[in-house]
């Protein structure tokens, strides 16, 4: 039996994958959360195979999770689910850890299909990503600038793409005021940009943030 958690700030989502994943003879779902701060518990105090996780949360999002779940429950694997298509998030979150990456458009059968094959301990490549992946390979210069940063420094420039200040990031992330500037400062260098608007606008047309 696979052991199946759902995360998503969407009561309704939850509800119907739950529905879905219970006429799999071999899906149990044993917790449910809302938000990030909620799945960290949820993998700290659940036995969990695969965690079906939601990206955009308020408060706590999947992303800022997805590094502290990791920590807390390395052989628990994590399947994104999300509203945005792949070619915005999927390859820096499989880079991160994340075992799958699917769009909520998909097929509800692909997301029982990608449960079973990464309770397995596997990666999930769906045909899009595997297309993805394809197309950075081919590339010779790498790949967009945004998927040049590290798993934190991406964290804080979405952040910081959404007008938080230094100091509600550090909160969130448990940071110093100092460290978020210091990520800042080595962001901006990479993504050769200049200020928090050029972030924005870099986030909003490659549509990281809606």
Do not use: W
Request: aromatic fraction near 6%; hydrophobic fraction near 40%; glycine fraction near 8%.
């Amino acid at each position: 039996m696979i052991k199946v958690g759902i995360v998503d700030d969407h009561a309704i989502v939850r509800s119907g994958l739950k529905q879905f994943f219970s006429e799999q003879v071999d899906l149990r779902v044993v917790g449910e959360a809302s938000s990030g701060r909620e799945a960290i518990d949820l993998v700290r105090t659940t036995e969990l195979d695969v965690l079906v996780m939601d990206l955009s949360m308020p408060g706590q999002s999947g992303i800022d999770a997805l590094g502290m779940i990791r920590a807390k429950a390395p052989d628990v694997g994590i399947l994104i689910l999300s509203g945005y298509p792949e070619e915005h998030y999927a390859m820096n979150l499989i880079r991160q850890g994340a075992a799958g990456y699917l769009n909520k458009e998909c097929e509800p059968m692909e997301i029982v299909n990608a449960i079973r094959t990464i309770s397995l301990g596997r990666r999930y490549i769906s045909p899009v990503v595997a297309e993805l992946l394809a197309q950075q390979l081919n590339r010779k210069e790498g790949g967009a600038p945004h998927e040049l940063l590290s798993e934190r420094e991406f964290q804080v420039f979405l952040k910081l793409a959404k007008g938080e200040t230094a100091g509600d990031i550090a909160k969130a992330l448990s940071l110093s005021v100092k460290t978020v500037s210091t990520y800042r400062t080595r962001l901006m260098e990479k993504m050769s940009l200049a200020s928090n608007s050029d972030l924005t606008y870099y986030a909003l047309k490659n549509k990281l943030i809606d």
